[in-house]
């Protein structure tokens, strides 16, 4: 697992917004200054409440929307430079929702043959045979290949999305909260798969999640993204075991807990985001921090390398904010 197979460096994507007709239309940063490694083999899991940037990271990555600025590498080359076919050949996406990410009017062997009918793949007789193959592989009977998806459940569904999305045998595989709209009862069988397919075909994935049990159980880094930014990153055991961003430690407290009694986990971070339009000063995160102090106001924090490979974006642990930090605070 050596080897970084996908990096962005200092990537922003910005919007541009109105309020309405005769308003002058504002920029909105939904990405802003993100750096990320992803070595072959990952699993990186990308958390974050919803309107942090999580899914605009993901359509960097996967070339559908450009970089604003900054730049993303994909095995050392630009993406921008890549060809589109084979940028969409070697990285693929799994969508959150199988109900509508399926064409309903085809029916489940021209979904999945249809990345190989795009780049030209082959003879009819060979496409058929991969379809047969990755059917298999995936746990799709060959008897729902003429089958339309309205006719299969919510995990069938899933199962032939993972089946598109591999058939070209891609190297990295954005999944976009890919358990999120199935029963709890089918989400351990896709985890499980995916998990399996990983091992067996090499893959790497990018994990995006709001279920921090599933990423805790298949990421090995975690990364934490808040209004636009990456917070923290650390690998899965260290994270869950101590994390050190408020943040992040405000996400693990808000987890809910099988105990009785305990009833619903109050995360103390309030019920209003802060406006991504008009982000606060400084930390944006300090006008819902417990520990926040004059410096978090007046001035952005740098990422502090902690341990391994891992940073945290906070003045807590950045020895040259120290004094002055532990100064404001008193």
Known sequence: MTGALLETFDVTRSFAVGAGIFSQKQMLKAVNGVSLRVNKGDVLGLVGESGCGKST???????????????????????????????ARRIQPIFQDPYSSLNPRKSIGDIISLPLRVHGASTAAERQRKVDEIMELVGLPQRYITNYPSQLSGGQRQRVAIARALIMRPEIVICDEPTSALDVSVQSQILNLLMD?????????????????????????VSVMYLGRIVEEKETEALFRRAEHPYTQALLASVLTPEPGLGIPDAQLGVEF??????????????????????????APRPVPRGTAGFTECHIYDEA??????????
């Open 57 to 87: 990271l993901a359509l960097m990555l996967l070339g559908l929307l450009p970089a604003s600025s900054g730049s993303i590498l994909f095995d050392g080359k630009p993406v921008s430079h890549l060809p589109r076919l084979e940028l």
């Open 197 to 221: 397919l990983r091992q067996e075909l090499g893959l790497t994935y990018i994990l995006i999640s709001h279920n921090l049990a599933i990423v805790e159980h298949i990421a090995t880094r």
């Open 274 to 299: 802060p406006n991504p339009m008009d982000p606060p000063a400084g930390c944006t995160f300090h006008p819902r921090c417990p520990h926040a102090a004059v410096v978090c106001s007046r001035k």
């Open 321 to 330: 904010e120290s004094v002055s930090f532990k100064s404001a605070a008193a």
